[in-house]
């Protein structure tokens, strides 16, 4: 739920080492502070804020764009939100977002392995993961130049849905 560097994750991790008595109470303490903060709506992020307005700003630049009939423009930066969204939810549950090459250099994951490794990881269900990777067929149609490939009204479907995708699995 917090990811691994999460103070409540990071305490549990430190104070729970065993099945002692002494520390399943210090563990049981823990949790139940966690609850109550996801009950208070307390455990909303400086980060998370900042990435909730900046996706709303490009969100409605997109919309923008697709209104004055620049539907390739707008697909690209919907989609651009979307994968930083999946990225930040990697980041989120402890999902490393870079692979090695052979060579052992770190590149960045596909959007598309982020998709499929955060529906592995329960983040959210396969219907979830098959509806953002149509999401990022389309940007990747746009950013590739395959104009004809889709409309201006999927375009319209593809912004409601990452728009709710975003309401409905937040950082």
């Known amino acids: 739920m917090f990811g691994v ?9 430190k104070r729970v080492t065993s099945t002692r008595q002494d520390h399943a109470i210090e563990g049981q303490s823990i949790l139940r502070a966690a609850r109550e903060d996801l009950a208070g709506g307390h455990l909303v992020t400086v980060k998370a804020l900042v990435a909730a307005d900046l996706f709303a700003n490009f969100l409605d630049m997109a919309y923008y764009l697709l209104a004055e009939g ?3 423009a707008s697909a690209v930066m919907i989609g651009s939100v979307l994968e930083e969204h999946l990225r930040q939810l990697c980041h989120k549950h402890g999902i490393p977002v870079e692979v090695p090459t052979p060579k052992g250099k770190l590149v960045p994951k596909k959007a598309d392995v ?9 983040v959210y ?29 999927q375009i319209r479907l593809m912004q409601q849905g990452v728009v709710g995708f975003l309401a409905r699995i937040p950082l």
Do not use: C, P, V
Request: proline letters at 0%.
């Open 5 to 13: 560097e999460h103070a409540y994750s990071e305490q549990f991790a």
């Open 70 to 72: 620049y539907k390739d």
């Open 114 to 122: 982020m998709n499929a490794d955060l529906t592995k990881a329960g």
């Open 125 to 153: 269900t396969s219907i979830d993961q098959k509806a953002a990777t149509g999401w990022l067929a389309l940007r990747n149609s746009a950013a590739h130049g395959e104009y004809d490939e889709y409309s201006a009204d």
